[in-house]
């Protein structure tokens, strides 16, 4: 059925689904998702709970505007697109989170997957799949997909008495000859119709 001019329904509020809602690949050996509705595979873990901030995805681009004789602008030629995204972590505990921050070789778990030692040794940052679920208002879920994500910029960690310790950092979306930066699959509620 063809849309209406006004659909109200196709705008949202995202909220993460419940239960997990960022996870990472931290072998390389999960199967990269196709959908939406399909449940995450093998290899795909969780990254725990994020701030009340949630993700926000950036996007920076220059151009170069060339101008004709009289001065107007004639031509504008976009000369690089950059995508990132931003997040903090509050389960700073949690071993797969630390092993994203840290590097998978500098931290220590115990058999509950829990951080029992962090060695902070530079150079160990390496890029993994990500992928973030969320739950739109009118029931569809929706899931961002990112192929080769790599921190690119950490906040400061302030350790002040009563705040939560949180991990905030800046990843920049690498690029991949199928997914773009990122790819984002929406799937509609058992029983929906409306949307396709």
Do not use: C
Not at 59 to 74: C, L, Q, Y
Not at 133 to 143: A, C, D, F, T, Y
């Amino acid at each position: 059925m063809a849309l209406n001019d006004l659909e109200f329904d196709l705008a949202t509020t995202g909220t993460p689904v419940e239960g997990g809602s960022v996870y990472i690949d931290l072998t390389g050996t999960a199967t990269a998702p196709s959908n939406a509705s399909t449940t995450l595979g093998t290899g795909w873990v969780s990254l725990g709970e994020e701030s009340d901030q949630g993700y926000t995805i950036k996007h920076s681009m220059n151009s170069t505007t060339h101008r004709g004789w009289h001065g107007k602008p004639i031509i504008t030629d976009i000369t690089d697109e950059t995508n990132t995204f931003s997040v903090e972590f509050v389960e700073v505990n949690r071993g797969t989170v630390a092993k994203l921050r840290f590097g998978s070789g500098n931290v220590t778990t115990n058999s509950n997957g829990e951080v029992t030692a962090i060695t902070a040794k530079s150079g160990a940052i390496t890029s993994h799949p990500m992928v973030f679920e969320e739950l739109e208002s009118n029931g569809w879920k929706r899931r961002t997909y990112f192929p080769d994500a790599i921190i690119t910029s950490i906040d400061d960690e302030p350790h002040r008495r009563g705040d939560l310790l949180v991990w905030g950092m800046t990843f920049t979306a690498n690029e991949d000859d199928t997914n773009g930066a990122y790819r984002v699959f929406r799937s509609a509620p058992t029983g929906a119709t409306g949307q396709s």
